[in-house]
């Protein structure tokens, strides 16, 4: 069973960095077939896509996020991570890493991270 | 990318069935077949119940099924039982590895 979990601090400063990762077993994490995705919920909210990475360092963007956002992969820990900058109390969320892949989508999730930004 | 439209909310007594709709456009749940669906509990990741439009992950009953016309896919839950009250999302493939997902519906089993 593929199995994802969440790390990183719960509280960040405003306009702090904000970074997690994820690590992934019982999973091939190199498989081309499959990608990497940090997704979100703000508290009582919807899930928000954030982006997604291949194994390869091939990236895909939310639009609204683009400018402060930058999803990394680290193969030979079979992790992923996800850097977003400047952040204010609106990206105060539950933060899941997930696997996915071209026509499921996610399958895989981790069990969340809540994330909270102070105003 | 606009969310996908559910309805807020939807009810049902148990042994009933309840179907959640969720409208796109033709660039997203109409342009491919390639919808999902997602259970989730309250403080619970979300769980795959549908993918592809209509198939099951293994171990998710058959209780649970999927369709789609046009610009809307629909999921329905027949025989609803207690556990079945969750939140629930549709999510869709729209194009140039974009992803969107669903505004949510809270289904209560009254």
């Known amino acids: 069973q593929v199995q994802l979990q969440e790390s990183g601090p719960g509280l960040v400063k405003p306009s702090q960095t904000l970074s997690l990762t994820c690590t992934v077993s019982?999973?091939?994490?190199?498989?081309?077939?499959?990608?990497w995705t940090w997704i979100r919920q703000h508290p009582g909210k919807g899930l928000e896509w954030i982006g997604h990475?291949?194994?390869?360092?091939?990236?895909y963007y939310n639009p609204s996020l683009m400018r402060r956002l930058t999803i990394s992969v680290d193969t030979s820990n079979n992790q992923f991570s996800l850097s977003l900058t400047s952040v204010t109390a609106a990206d105060t969320a539950m933060y899941f890493c997930t696997r996915g892949s071209g026509t499921v989508g996610p399958d895989f999730w981790g069990q969340g991270t809540l994330v909270t930004v102070p105003s | 990318q606009s969310a996908l439209t559910q309805p807020p909310s939807a009810s049902g007594s148990p042994g009933q069935s309840v179907t959640i709709s969720c409208t796109g456009t033709s660039s997203d749940v109409g342009g491919y077949n390639y919808v999902s669906w997602y259970q989730q509990h309250p403080g619970k990741a979300p769980k795959l119940m549908i993918f592809?439009?209509?198939k099951r992950p293994s171990g998710v009953p058959d209780r649970f099924s999927g369709s789609k016309s046009g610009n809307s896919a629909s999921l329905t839950v027949s025989g609803l039982q207690a556990e079945d009250e969750a939140d629930y999302y549709c999510c869709s493939h729209a194009g140039n590895n974009n992803y969107v997902f669903g505004t949510g519906t809270k289904v209560t089993v009254l």
């Open positions: 019982h999973a091939s994490f190199t498989n081309a077939a499959y990608f």
């Open positions: 592809e439009v209509s």
């Open positions: 990475i291949y194994y390869s360092g091939r990236t």
